[in-house]
């Protein structure tokens, strides 16, 4: 019996220049971050020590990168979806850190002039972006309402194990972004590297944006359309291991919580693996 059918639902012009957008932005804080961790109190926003944090989140921007661009080049909102509603999560709750802390912020003229203007576009943009998602999403929305485009066979689901390890993963970074978001002090003694009250609750956004991003990948129902999300997974562990390469002499604080780190990337690469090999294979006429 052939496969059944649904409409395909375009994403929307607004929603794919947000997207393009965004992906720069992300690329551009993840150049500062990652490659040039030791210059944060001159080129970035705010003074991110120590430099394990600044790797460690701009591998984060620049995985996010990735997954924005392939949103923006998706044919369906299926896959788009899988980037909007991540960096919405994020950019609301980056937003809410920011307005916490912004004595932390690079905004008085005692900084240097770039770090400066880091920091005042760094509050412009995620002051703008969760909002700009928002009026997209919408009209996006309205648009998947009464769809009038092609029809596309709907794809196999995926395998229950894999829906179980990206359930976990989900799970995980929810909870461990949340606790670092809540109780930053309290929660980063369990973490593998020092994190103050601001680096902590960065960590804690990404984490439950991470999170949301792999549990709307179980979700999506077809290695296919969640190929952008186990793009973007893979892109951040191989980042990662390289940041633990470069610093990873900061993470002597425990070993039980730097195995646990490890062991979520481990998990995290197996997700992102098993989706893409699945996402290739041809499904079955």
Do not use: K
Request: charged letters at 10%.
């Amino acid at each position: 019996m052939p496969a059944p059918a649904e409409p395909v639902v375009a994403p929307v012009p607004a929603l794919r220049v947000l997207l393009r957008v965004a992906a720069v932005l992300v690329f551009l804080a993840g150049l500062v971050l990652f490659v040039f961790p030791l210059r944060t109190a001159d080129w970035f926003a705010w003074t991110v020590n120590p430099p394990m944090t600044a790797v460690f989140l701009g591998a984060a921007y620049w995985s996010s990168a990735v997954l924005e661009a392939a949103g923006a080049r998706s044919a369906g909102w299926d896959r788009s979806r899988l980037a909007v509603w991540p960096v919405l999560v994020f950019t609301t709750l980056t937003l809410g850190v920011t307005l916490l802390h912004l004595d932390r912020f690079h905004l008085g003229p005692e900084h240097p002039p770039l770090a400066r203007t880091a920091a005042w576009a760094w509050l412009v943009i995620y002051a703008l972006v969760p909002v700009a998602m928002l009026a997209a999403a919408a009209l996006q929305l309205r648009a998947a309402r009464s769809p009038a485009g092609p029809r596309s066979r709907v794809p196999p689901g995926l395998p229950g194990g894999l829906r179980l390890l990206l359930g976990g993963v989900a799970a995980v970074l929810v909870a461990a972004g949340t606790a670092l978001l809540a109780v930053p002090a309290r929660t980063a003694v369990l973490w593998p590297w020092e994190l103050t009250p601001l680096t902590g609750r960065a960590v804690g956004a990404w984490l439950v944006g991470l999170g949301v991003s792999a549990a709307l990948a179980g979700a999506a129902g077809a290695a296919r359309t969640a190929r952008p999300v186990a793009a973007s997974a893979l892109v951040f562990v191989l980042l990662q291991v390289l940041a633990l390469l470069r610093h990873g002499d900061a993470l002597g604080r425990s070993p039980a919580a730097t195995a646990g780190l490890a062991a979520v990337l481990v998990a995290v690469g197996v997700a992102a693996v098993w989706l893409l090999v699945l996402g290739r294979a041809r499904p079955p006429r």
